[in-house]
């Protein structure tokens, strides 16, 4: 098993730009999770899927972000517009129910 | 609700030495409790896990920890450090029914020195 992919690996982008982040989590796993972290505020849960329905997405900062699960291999999280706040390091994670999550290498975020 | 203490947010040691962080939880109900590491630049990686049976886990890498539900701890351990060992270290707790979702504590910065 190829783990969970998320693309891009390093995104440098301009304030006010939009920017989408993907992630394919692990074949038969229920649980599809974004986090980011900061030096500042740690590891942060934004959202998380259950079977491809949003489940709580009370961690997401604010409108600006988003994130879609279309099918059981594929999530996007959408910042738009971003800002240099946003600079952090996002992650996906994707789990079965009650067992431990399996992480992505992440997305490094950079907006200037 | 649940919630995660790790207590240090750098813990610094010798190669060689042993290793000691520290993870208390609360939970309303039975918990399961993780530790993952995250290596510069990479994401998180399950350590090891408890969810029933025997209190004492061992992990990847030669760590253990051990359950005490009593002082409601998850300690990690390690004999003797390696420079390899140098990371991240995140505590997890979760509930062993209903709600799935874990609670992640602030992490714990190995520092390991030659």
């Known amino acids: 098993d190829a783990g969970v992919i998320q693309s891009p690996r390093h995104e440098v982008t301009e304030m006010g730009q939009e920017v989408t982040l993907r992630c394919k989590p692990i074949?038969?796993?229920?649980?599809l999770f974004w986090y980011r972290q900061t030096m500042m505020r740690g590891l942060e849960l934004l959202i998380y899927?259950?079977?491809?329905?949003?489940?709580?997405d009370s961690g997401m900062p604010e409108d600006r972000f988003s994130a879609k699960m279309p099918n059981a291999s594929f999530s996007t999280l959408k910042i738009q517009p971003s800002e240099p706040r946003d600079s952090a390091v996002y992650f996906c994670?994707?789990?079965?129910?009650?067992?431990?999550?399996?992480f992505g290498p992440g997305t490094r975020l950079t907006v200037t | 609700a649940q919630s995660v203490t790790q207590l240090g947010s750098h813990v610094s040691v010798s190669e060689g030495a042993l290793v000691l962080l520290r993870c208390n939880y609360s939970?309303?109900?039975?918990?399961?409790l993780f530790w993952y590491v995250q290596y510069p630049n990479q994401g998180l990686q399950l350590l090891l896990k408890?969810?029933?049976?025997?209190?004492l886990v061992k992990g990847i890498n030669g760590f253990e920890a051990e359950f005490k539900k009593s002082e409601t701890s998850f300690h990690l351990t390690k004999p003797s450090a390696h420079m390899s060992d140098a990371a991240e270290y995140f505590c997890?707790?979760?509930?062993?029914?209903?709600?799935?979702?874990?609670?992640f504590g602030r992490g714990t910065s190995l520092i390991v020195h030659p």
């Open positions: 994670a994707s789990s079965r129910p009650n067992y431990e999550q399996y």
């Open positions: 074949s038969g796993h229920d649980y």
């Open positions: 899927f259950n079977n491809n329905v949003p489940i709580d």
């Open positions: 939970s309303s109900v039975p918990p399961y």
């Open positions: 408890y969810t029933t049976g025997a209190t």
């Open positions: 997890a707790v979760t509930k062993s029914g209903g709600s799935y979702i874990p609670t």
